[in-house]
């Protein structure tokens, strides 16, 4: 990139001459950058970190169970849920402590 920077002593301002081409560069480099960051986040997939409170499939997916098997557990009556207006929720943390006590060991 052939750019160009001065500064004046009196206001420290720092002035950059780039080229078209030089712009293109920085726009499209800052926006790739942008794009990975988002694709990182995307792929992370994780509901913990955007909710406190999961609906059935999302337990499952977190789980990685089907939804049977919750629909088994759920029968449970020590399976940590609540139901807001006929919804299953359930608290990540109750769910990974429950499963924790319930391992066949």
């Not at 560069?25 to 950058?33: D, F």
Request: charged share 35%.
């Amino acid at each position: 990139m052939a750019a160009m920077a001065t500064e004046t002593a009196a206001t420290s301002n720092l002035v950059v001459t780039l080229t078209t081409d030089d712009l293109k560069e920085l726009v499209e480099s800052a926006v790739n950058e942008a794009l990975s960051g988002l694709n990182d986040f995307s792929e992370k997939k994780s509901p913990t970190v955007v909710k406190k409170y999961l609906n059935k499939r999302d337990i499952c997916e977190y789980l990685n169970i089907s939804l049977s098997t919750l629909d088994k557990w759920l029968k449970r009556e020590d399976f940590p849920f609540l139901r807001v207006e006929g919804v299953y929720r359930f608290r990540t943390d109750e769910v990974e402590q429950w499963v924790e006590e319930h391992k066949e060991r």
